[in-house]
């Protein structure tokens, strides 16, 4: 931009900073480029005394992939006030900015004007309507688009599929999948990143594994998605597997997939392999969101000590620490059962300009009730800012319960039957606290309370990951096809472990008659 300046001055000393090719370079570069300034093109723009409308399409264009794409709106507004007619390019980069800014007035608005100025039947400017009502979660619209438009191609499809699972409607997504004619990576990607955001990990990994069979070689947004789904699952043999692939198939290790990685091996315990990762990219490219990846992963398997030692390192080599940096050293100091340190994080971050959000108030309810310092916790809630979420009122019940101040317990366990009524976890948390108290018409209450509200308990389950094959278990479970032989192993170590209790007990006793 310097040297842009410098020339934009040259030009104007020489009266040319309003000519062709001139100003068109001169506006494309600070709007487009990724070094350019996309505030200085939209002041070029303004000082024309007649700008084309090429002139308008590029610096709206430009703030449509900034960081403030309400701007495009703004501008587009003035463009037409100023009697300048937009064109077949305008719209997409129109719809663009909003769909980024989530705003469904605003899209509507957008296809209105194109409806008026006849661009409607567009293909490109219909793809773009479909991923804008699709970002904005108006799925219905971007349907209607999608059916009445009388010829599609790939990013037709594409944009009606992301639409559906970005709204988690996965059943569409897939009618739409099966149906379509091509499928490319963005396809595929979409698909398996659709399942990881609905929570479905296992069918995005079986979706990966089609893919891998029958469909292209997968990209960084595919292995990302990938990653997450291994990483929420703890499917350490699939991640590995994930990490071989990228290596096999060259797919360069861009410091987004490293970090996918690092959070990866994390989350599923080996810490090791987090870190040989994490050390392999070099000090001067790693950005703040890998050192979150491995603080937390340190805070999350009670390496404590290490996540603050890594949080010192971050510091001295000048990465920012942003909210989630706070939010992995407030984990770190429940962990660890370090107040006085949570209390200091807490405050750096309000230091820092940031405003705690919910995760943070809940941090800190955490490590106050582990402390057991639940009346402090209890008031702590009372005064924050935020209204208290499940998550600070459960850790806070769980403080009350394990440190016998069951007065306190009673008040928390009714509001988060207040906050959560269809939640099974809820009433049972508030029975066992009766139970405690002794209050078995309490107790027997909230069973029925449960039950009138037909609010059901579902089972706890526990997951084995063997030869990278994810096994599901519930108590007395017998679904699972090799469980005649999985329950005889079991009843063999109970039968050693009552042994050994045996020759235990006989020791002691043979002890204590000795002296």
């Known amino acids: 931009m310097h040297s842009l300046k410098q020339i934009h001055a040259l030009l104007i000393t020489l009266s040319l900073s309003q000519d062709d090719p001139f100003v068109s370079r001169l506006i494309s570069f600070a709007a487009l480029s990724d070094s350019g300034n996309i505030d200085y093109s939209s002041k070029v723009l303004l000082n024309l005394p007649n700008p084309t409308v090429f002139y308008w399409n590029t610096v709206i264009r430009g703030y449509s992939k900034s960081q403030n794409p309400n701007k495009s709106l703004s501008l587009f507004a003035k463009m037409l006030r100023d009697g300048v007619l937009p064109n077949y390019l305008t719209y997409p980069f129109l719809a663009k900015a909003s769909a980024r800014l989530y705003k469904r007035d605003i899209a509507t608005t ?82 398996i990143d659709g399942y990881v955001k609905s929570g479905d990990y296992k069918e995005a990994l079986t979706i990966f594994e089609r893919m891998r069979a029958v469909g292209p070689k997968a990209n960084e947004v595919t292995m990302v998605s990938v990653l997450c789904a ?6 350490l043999d699939n991640g590995r597997m994930m990490h071989r692939y990228m290596i096999d198939n060259d797919l360069p290790l861009t410091l987004v997939l490293q970090t996918s990685l690092v959070d990866m091996y994390a989350k599923c315990g080996a810490i090791q392999e987090a870190l040989v990762v994490f050390r392999q990219v070099k000090m001067f490219q ?3 969101f890998i050192w979150n990846a491995m603080v937390g992963g340190l805070a999350m398997h009670g390496f404590v000590n290490e996540a603050l030692e890594l949080f010192t390192e971050m510091q001295r080599v000048r990465i920012t620490p942003d909210e989630i940096t706070f939010l992995c050293l407030l984990s770190a100091s429940a962990h660890g059962g370090l ?46 800012p935020v209204e208290p979420t499940a998550s600070m009122l459960g850790a ?60 059901k308990k579902y089972p706890g389950c526990s997951f084995v990951e063997m030869c990278g094959t994810l096994h599901r278990f519930i108590a007395h479970d017998k679904t699972h096809p090799k469980s005649e032989n999985i329950y005889m192993i079991l009843k063999f170590l109970v039968s050693q472990m009552k042994h050994d209790v045996y020759q235990i007990q006989h020791h002691l006793l043979y002890d204590m008659e000795g002296v």
């Open 286 to 288: 790693r950005d703040v």
């Open 230 to 235: 291994c990483a929420h699952l703890g499917t």
């Open 110 to 191: 957008i296809h209105a004007h194109i409806l008026k100025s006849g661009y409607d039947s567009d293909l490109f400017i219909s793809n773009s309507l479909i991923h804008m009502y699709g970002s904005c979660r108006y799925i219905i619209y971007a349907r209607q688009v999608f059916d009445g438009m009388p010829m599609r191609n790939l990013v037709s499809w594409n944009s009606m599929l992301d639409g559906h699972a970005k709204c988690k409607e996965m059943d569409m997504a897939r009618e739409v999948f099966d149906f379509m004619p091509n499928k490319d990576v963005v396809s595929w990607s979409s698909m």
């Open 396 to 455: 806070l019940l769980t403080g009350c319960m394990n440190h016998g101040k069951l007065d306190v317990a009673e008040i928390v366990g009714k509001k988060l039957i207040e906050l959560d009524p269809d939640h099974d976890g809820r009433y049972v948390g508030l029975s066992n606290v009766y139970a405690v108290f002794k209050r078995w018409d309490d107790a027997r209450a909230m069973r029925e309370a449960m039950e009138m509200r037909g609010v």
């Open 339 to 384: 107040i006085k340190e949570a209390w200091y994080f807490f405050e750096c971050l309000i230091k820092c300009g940031m405003k705690p959000k919910s995760e943070h108030y809940a941090c800190m309810v955490d490590v106050l009730s582990r402390a057991g310092r639940v009346e402090e916790a209890y008031e702590f809630v009372c005064q924050m």
